[in-house]
C-alpha cells in the first residue's frame, strides 16, 4: 500500500478482499430484485445497474492483479467503502419488493417512487466514481475529470490523479504531475496533509530515487521541500519510511540542479525535527554537504612547508568525491567532472548557498552535527567560505557557525576539545568572526558573528583584548539590535560563570573604555535596554572599585532604570539589588544622597 502505513496492519483487508464485497452484495441485489413482487420494474432498472457497478469492480480487481508496480490503494479503498454503502441501501429497498404475509407487514414495506429515485442517483454516483476510476488506469493519470466521492472537494480528486500519474504515467508526465502536487501543496497545510494521507509522499521519493530524469527528480524533490514545511508529521513520515539515506545517495551522485532541490529539501526536514537532522547525521549527509560547498576552491598563498587554509580546503573537496568507506567511484566521479564543466557559475553558487543552508539547518541543538563538522575539516571550510565570499552564501555560513558554537556553550568538555585556540581550524574561525565583527556593516552578518564569539566566551583567557574589543566596539553601533547582541555577548564574558570574569570586566572598563559606550547604548528606551542593564550590573559588582563607574555615574543610572525594568524582569530583582549595594560601598557619600530603591 502506498497510503500512510496502517498501525495495525493485520487487521486490515487485502484490497482484494475489500472488492469481493461489493461484487458478492451486487450479486444478491440482483438475485433479489428478480424474486421482487413489487415494482418489478424499478427493482429491474436497479438490477441493470448494480450489475454495472459490479462489472466495474471486476474490472478494477482486474487492474489491481495485474498490476506489476502497486498501485495506490487509498482512492481505491475510499470509493469501494463509498460504493459498499450505497449497495447497502439498495439491498434494504429491494427487500422490501419481496412478498411479505400479512396486510401490517406489507404497509410497512411499501416504496414510492422517490425512494427507488434516491437509490438510483446513488447507484449512479457509484458508477460515475468507478467509472473515473477505470478511466484514471487506462489513461494513466492524465484524467482531469471530477469523480461524484470528489464532488464537494476537487482537491481530493486533483491529488488522486496526480498520484496515479507519478505511479504509471510517463517520465515527462511523472514530472508534470510532481510539480503540480507541489504546487497544490504551497501555502495550504489542509492540502499537504491530504497529500500524506492519500499516499502521495512516497511516489515522489520514489520518482527522485529513480532518476529517470533531473526535471523529475527537481520536480519531486521541491514538491517534498513544500509538502514538507511546517509539517511534523510529513518530516516524520519520511523519516520512519527509510528516506534520509536515499536522500544522501541523491545529494552525493546527481547533477548539480537536483543537488540543489535536494539540498532545500534537506534544510526544510531539518529545520522541523532534531530526530531528522541526527537520521541525517549518522548518513553522513555532511561528507557531500562540506564537499559541494568547497568545490571552486583554489590552491593559494601557498606557504612554505605549511599547508594553507586553501589548500586544506581543495583536500576537503577532492576526499569528498570518495564514498564513506574511501573508495573512489570511478566513473561517476569523472562524470560529474564532466557535468560541471557545462554547469553555469551562478548555479554552482546556488549549489553552495543551499548546502550551506542546510548545514546551518542541522547544526541547530544537533550534537552529532557539532562532533561530525568539528571532527572534520568543516570548520575549516565554513571559515574560508566565510573570508572569501559575501551575501547569501556567507550569511549562511556565519549562521552554521553560530549553531555550532550555540551547541559547544552547553558543553564545556566538547567546547575546550573542538574549538582549542591553537588548533587551525578553531583559529581560522574565530579570525573570521571577529573580522566580520570589525568591518562589515551589515547587521544581519554582524549578529551571528557576535553570538558566536558570545557562545566561546568561556574558552577565551582574561588576557585576551583582541576577542573584547571588537564587542565593546559595537556597543555604540547604531543598529541597536547589534548594540544589543553585543551586550549579551559580553554579559557571558563577565558573568561569574566565567572563571576569567574578573579580568574580562578590568578589561572592558579599564583597558577598552567600554562603560560610556554602554551607557549611551542605555539611553535608548528599547525593548532591549534590559541586557545592557545586565552586564552594567555584572560590571558593578565585578569591578565596583573602579573610578569609572564613579566617574559615569552608574550608580545613578541604574537606580534610575533597575525599577521600570524589573516590574517586566523580576528574575532581575536580586542582581540590582547586588550590583547596587556593591556600589554604595565604594562610592563616598552615596549612602547619603541615594534614595531607598524599594528593591
Same mark, same amino acid.
Given at each position: 500500500?502506498?497510503?500512510?502505513?496502517?498501525?495495525?496492519?493485520?487487521?486490515?483487508?487485502?484490497?482484494?478482499?475489500?472488492?469481493?464485497?461489493?461484487?458478492?452484495?451486487?450479486?444478491?441485489?440482483?438475485?433479489?430484485?428478480?424474486?421482487?413482487?413489487?415494482?418489478?420494474?424499478?427493482?429491474?432498472?436497479?438490477?441493470?445497474?448494480?450489475?454495472?457497478?459490479?462489472?466495474?469492480?471486476?474490472?478494477?480487481?482486474?487492474?489491481?492483479?495485474?498490476?506489476?508496480?502497486?498501485?495506490?490503494?487509498?482512492?481505491?479503498?475510499?470509493?469501494?467503502?463509498?460504493?459498499?454503502?450505497?449497495?447497502?441501501?439498495?439491498?434494504?429497498?429491494?427487500?422490501?419488493?419481496?412478498?411479505?404475509?400479512?396486510?401490517?407487514?406489507?404497509?410497512?414495506?411499501?416504496?414510492?417512487?422517490?425512494?427507488?429515485?434516491?437509490?438510483?442517483?446513488?447507484?449512479?454516483?457509484?458508477?460515475?466514481?468507478? /467509472?473515473?476510476?477505470?478511466?484514471?488506469?487506462?489513461?494513466?493519470?492524465?484524467?482531469?475529470?471530477?469523480?461524484?466521492?470528489?464532488?464537494?472537494?476537487?482537491?481530493?480528486?486533483?491529488?488522486?490523479?496526480?498520484?496515479?500519474?507519478?505511479?504509471?504515467?510517463?517520465?515527462?508526465?511523472?514530472?508534470?504531475?510532481?510539480?503540480?502536487?507541489?504546487?497544490?501543496?504551497?501555502?495550504?497545510?489542509?492540502?499537504?496533509?491530504?497529500?500524506?494521507? /492519500?499516499?502521495?509522499?512516497?511516489?515522489?521519493?520514489?520518482?527522485?530515487?529513480?532518476?529517470?530524469?533531473?526535471?523529475?527528480?527537481?520536480?519531486?524533490?521541491?514538491?517534498?521541500?513544500?509538502?514538507?514545511?511546517?509539517?511534523?508529521?510529513?518530516?516524520?513520515?519520511?523519516?520512519?519510511?527509510?528516506?534520509?539515506?536515499?536522500?544522501?545517495?541523491?545529494?552525493?551522485?546527481?547533477?548539480?540542479?537536483?543537488?540543489?532541490?535536494?539540498?532545500?529539501?534537506?534544510?526544510?526536514?531539518?529545520?522541523?525535527?532534531?530526530?531528522?537532522?541526527?537520521?541525517?547525521?549518522?548518513?553522513?549527509?555532511?561528507?557531500?554537504?562540506?564537499?559541494?560547498?568547497?568545490?571552486?576552491?583554489?590552491?593559494?598563498?601557498?606557504?612554505?612547508?605549511?599547508?594553507?587554509?586553501?589548500?586544506?580546503?581543495?583536500?576537503?573537496?577532492?576526499?569528498?568525491?570518495?564514498?564513506?568507506?574511501?573508495?573512489?567511484?570511478?566513473?561517476?566521479?569523472?562524470?560529474?567532472?564532466?557535468?560541471?564543466?557545462?554547469?553555469?557559475?551562478?548555479?554552482?553558487?546556488?549549489?553552495?548557498?543551499?548546502?550551506?543552508?542546510?548545514?546551518?539547518?542541522?547544526?541547530?541543538?544537533?550534537?552529532?552535527?557539532?562532533?561530525?563538522?568539528?571532527?572534520?575539516?568543516?570548520?575549516?571550510?565554513?571559515?574560508?567560505?566565510?573570508?572569501?565570499?559575501?551575501?547569501?552564501?556567507?550569511?549562511?555560513?556565519?549562521?552554521?557557525?553560530?549553531?555550532?558554537?550555540?551547541?559547544?556553550?552547553?558543553?564545556?568538555?566538547?567546547?575546550?576539545?573542538?574549538?582549542?585556540?591553537?588548533?587551525?581550524?578553531?583559529?581560522?574561525?574565530?579570525?573570521?568572526?571577529?573580522?566580520?565583527?570589525?568591518? /562589515?556593516?551589515?547587521?544581519?552578518?554582524?549578529?551571528?558573528?557576535?553570538?558566536?564569539?558570545?557562545?566561546?566566551?568561556?574558552?577565551?583567557?582574561?588576557?585576551?583584548?583582541?576577542?573584547?574589543?571588537?564587542?565593546?566596539?559595537?556597543?555604540?553601533?547604531?543598529?541597536?539590535?547589534?548594540?544589543? /547582541?553585543?551586550?549579551?555577548?559580553?554579559?557571558?564574558?563577565?558573568?561569574?560563570?566565567?572563571?576569567?570574569?574578573?579580568?574580562?570586566?578590568?578589561?572592558?572598563?579599564?583597558?577598552?573604555?567600554?562603560?560610556?559606550?554602554?551607557?549611551?547604548?542605555?539611553?535608548?528606551?528599547?525593548?532591549?535596554?534590559?541586557?545592557?542593564?545586565?552586564?552594567?550590573?555584572?560590571?558593578?559588582?565585578?569591578?565596583?572599585?573602579?573610578?569609572?563607574?564613579?566617574?559615569?555615574?552608574?550608580?545613578?543610572?541604574?537606580?534610575?532604570?533597575?525599577?521600570?525594568?524589573?516590574?517586566?524582569?523580576?528574575?532581575?530583582?536580586?542582581?540590582?539589588?547586588?550590583?547596587?549595594?556593591?556600589?554604595?560601598?565604594?562610592?563616598?557619600?552615596?549612602?547619603?544622597?541615594?534614595?531607598?530603591?524599594?528593591?
Amino acid at each position: 500500500m502506498m497510503g500512510k502505513p496502517n498501525p495495525n496492519p493485520e487487521e486490515e483487508k487485502s484490497l482484494r478482499e475489500e472488492l469481493l464485497g461489493p461484487i458478492l452484495l451486487g450479486e444478491r441485489i440482483i438475485k433479489l430484485a428478480q424474486e421482487a413482487e413489487s415494482s418489478k420494474v424499478d427493482c429491474a432498472e436497479l438490477a441493470r445497474k448494480v450489475q454495472v457497478v459490479c462489472d466495474n469492480l471486476r474490472s478494477v480487481v482486474r487492474v489491481v492483479s495485474g498490476s506489476q508496480c502497486g498501485v495506490n490503494e487509498r482512492p481505491i479503498r475510499r470509493i469501494v467503502g463509498e460504493v459498499s454503502k450505497n449497495l447497502e441501501r439498495t439491498v434494504a429497498l429491494v427487500r422490501k419488493c419481496k412478498k411479505h404475509g400479512g396486510v401490517l407487514r406489507q404497509v410497512f414495506s411499501m416504496t414510492s417512487t422517490g425512494d427507488f429515485r434516491k437509490v438510483w442517483n446513488l447507484l449512479e454516483s457509484s458508477s460515475g466514481d468507478m /467509472e473515473w476510476l477505470l478511466s484514471i488506469f487506462e489513461s494513466k493519470g492524465s484524467n482531469v475529470s471530477l469523480p461524484p466521492i470528489a464532488s464537494n472537494d476537487p482537491i481530493l480528486a486533483w491529488v488522486w490523479t496526480f498520484i496515479y500519474t507519478l505511479q504509471l504515467g510517463q517520465p515527462k508526465d511523472r514530472a508534470e504531475a510532481a510539480t503540480e502536487l507541489g504546487s497544490l501543496a504551497r501555502d495550504n497545510d489542509r492540502t499537504k496533509f491530504i497529500i500524506l494521507e /492519500e499516499g502521495g509522499v512516497l511516489p515522489l521519493l520514489k520518482l527522485l530515487k529513480e532518476g529517470s530524469s533531473p526535471d523529475a527528480q527537481v520536480a519531486a524533490s521541491n514538491a517534498l521541500v513544500n509538502i514538507t514545511t511546517n509539517q511534523d508529521r510529513v518530516v516524520a513520515f519520511l523519516v520512519d519510511s527509510h528516506a534520509v539515506p536515499t536522500l544522501v545517495q541523491v545529494l552525493g551522485d546527481s547533477p548539480m540542479r537536483v543537488r540543489v532541490s535536494v539540498a532545500n529539501l534537506v534544510s526544510a526536514m531539518a529545520e522541523q525535527c532534531v530526530v531528522a537532522r541526527e537520521e541525517f547525521v549518522r548518513a553522513n549527509v555532511t561528507r557531500p554537504l562540506v564537499s559541494l560547498l568547497s568545490m571552486d576552491t583554489v590552491l593559494a598563498d601557498p606557504m612554505a612547508g605549511r599547508a594553507s587554509l586553501h589548500s586544506l580546503v581543495l583536500n576537503l573537496s577532492n576526499a569528498g568525491d570518495a564514498t564513506s568507506d574511501g573508495s573512489s567511484r570511478g566513473s561517476s566521479h569523472h562524470r560529474r567532472d564532466r557535468e560541471r564543466e557545462v554547469e553555469s557559475p551562478e548555479l554552482r553558487y546556488h549549489v553552495k548557498v543551499c548546502c550551506a543552508k542546510a548545514l546551518w539547518k542541522l547544526s541547530k541543538g544537533c550534537l552529532l552535527t557539532f562532533k561530525k563538522i568539528t571532527e572534520t575539516k568543516g570548520l575549516l571550510c565554513l571559515a574560508k567560505i566565510i573570508e572569501s565570499e559575501t551575501g547569501e552564501l556567507q550569511l549562511n555560513c556565519l549562521m552554521a557557525v553560530m549553531e555550532i558554537a550555540a551547541v559547544a556553550e552547553s558543553n564545556a568538555d566538547l567546547r575546550r576539545a573542538a574549538f582549542k585556540r591553537t588548533a587551525p581550524a578553531p583559529k581560522a574561525v574565530l579570525d573570521q568572526l571577529l573580522r566580520v565583527v570589525k568591518e /562589515e556593516t551589515n547587521p544581519a552578518l554582524q549578529i551571528p558573528a557576535i553570538k558566536a564569539i558570545g557562545s566561546l566566551a568561556r574558552n577565551f583567557s582574561g588576557k585576551d583584548p583582541q576577542v573584547l574589543a571588537p564587542l565593546v566596539a559595537q556597543l555604540g553601533n547604531r543598529d541597536v539590535d547589534v548594540a544589543s /547582541e553585543a551586550a549579551i555577548a559580553l554579559g557571558k564574558f563577565v558573568c561569574q560563570e566565567n572563571y576569567n570574569y574578573g579580568d574580562h570586566s578590568k578589561a572592558i572598563v579599564e583597558e577598552l573604555d567600554g562603560i560610556p559606550k554602554l551607557m549611551s547604548l542605555l539611553q535608548i528606551n528599547h525593548r532591549q535596554q534590559v541586557h545592557g542593564l545586565k552586564l552594567l550590573c555584572f560590571l558593578a559588582i565585578n569591578v565596583g572599585n573602579s573610578k569609572v563607574l564613579e566617574q559615569e555615574r552608574v550608580l545613578g543610572t541604574l537606580e534610575r532604570l533597575a525599577r521600570p525594568v524589573q516590574s517586566q524582569h523580576p528574575e532581575l530583582k536580586d542582581l540590582f539589588a547586588k550590583a547596587i549595594h556593591h556600589l554604595t560601598l565604594y562610592q563616598p557619600g552615596a549612602q547619603l544622597h541615594r534614595q531607598p530603591l524599594g528593591l
